[in-house]
């Protein structure tokens, strides 16, 4: 009996600092094992709610570029770069909705990201149809929309080009028509890519632009939104930026940082 009760002691004192620990962090099972804890290290997002909507998804890949010999999905990389951009977001006290969703695929490090079509709008399938796949996550933020009060509310769209082979592109930011706090979110977005490349790749320099767009996305959904398109998939250099898990994670870290800016300059 003694030595039962001593045994139960140990386990209890192996367990309690695990528990303790587990409560102290948070956790976010979409980001898969490695990454699912996370502690928040800064309030400087306190009050802002996103949603993050990576193109595509389920049925439909998106673009699909070719790299050394293998498909790359454009779905799949943008689904990789949002959770990466959410835990940033999550790590500065924000409020983060992750409107598609994979259930097995968290935060890969892996050059070549294996397409799936596990992909869901929250839980619910994704169809086929064009106009049906992009109304189906408007009324999914729609309705997170509705139901909060933060004065801070924005959906970043997460996309990845497909342009001739030959084409390097930049990081381009588009907001709604007429949106001055899509195009401030946006600038702030580019204004921050800028700098990055100023420090990191001197001699090409930045052109990514912020322009207008007149897109479904940014048409329906209600908050405030902007939508970027992160590279070429079929250029070789651009996709230095996509396969290299730490380009990934930089491109998160630079849009968290430009969001960022942009809820300084008006929480509104
Ligand atoms: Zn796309």
């Known amino acids: 009996m003694g030595s039962v009760r001593k045994l139960l002691l140990l386990l209890l004192m192996a367990v309690l600092p695990v528990l303790s620990a587990q409560k102290k962090g948070h956790h976010e099972p979409l980001f898969g094992k490695a990454n699912a804890t996370y502690s928040v290290t800064s309030p400087v997002l306190k009050g802002a709610v996103f949603y993050l909507v990576s193109g595509h998804g389920g049925p439909d890949p998106g673009c699909i570029g070719k790299y050394q010999g293998k498909e790359l999905h454009e779905d799949e990389y943008a689904y990789d770069i949002v959770l990466r951009l959410g835990r940033e ?134 908050p405030v939104g902007v939508f970027l398109e992160l590279g070429n998939i079929q250029n070789a250099r651009d996709q230095k930026r996509l396969v290299i898990a730490d380009n990934r994670q930089a491109l998160a870290n630079w849009i968290a940082e430009g969001i960022v800016a942009d809820f300084k300059t008006g929480k509104k």
């Open 89 to 222: 977001l999550l790590k500065r006290g924000a409020t983060v909705h992750f409107i598609i969703q994979d259930a097995k695929d968290g935060i890969r490090n892996e050059a070549v990201l294996k397409n799936s079509k596990r992909e869901t709008c929250m839980g619910k399938t994704i169809p086929l149809n064009q106009v049906a796949r992009l109304q189906q996550r408007c009324d999914a933020i729609n309705l997170l929309h509705r139901k909060s009060k933060s004065t801070y509310k924005r959906a970043i769209f997460v996309h990845i080009d497909s342009r001739s082979k030959g084409e390097q592109t930049d990081v381009f930011f588009y907001h709604a028509p007429g949106s001055a706090h899509g195009k401030r979110l946006a600038r702030k977005l580019q204004h921050t890519f800028n700098t990055k490349y100023d420090r990191h790749q001197p001699n090409r320099g930045f052109r990514g632009t912020v322009s207008e767009r007149n897109l479904y996305v940014l048409r329906k959904s209600n």
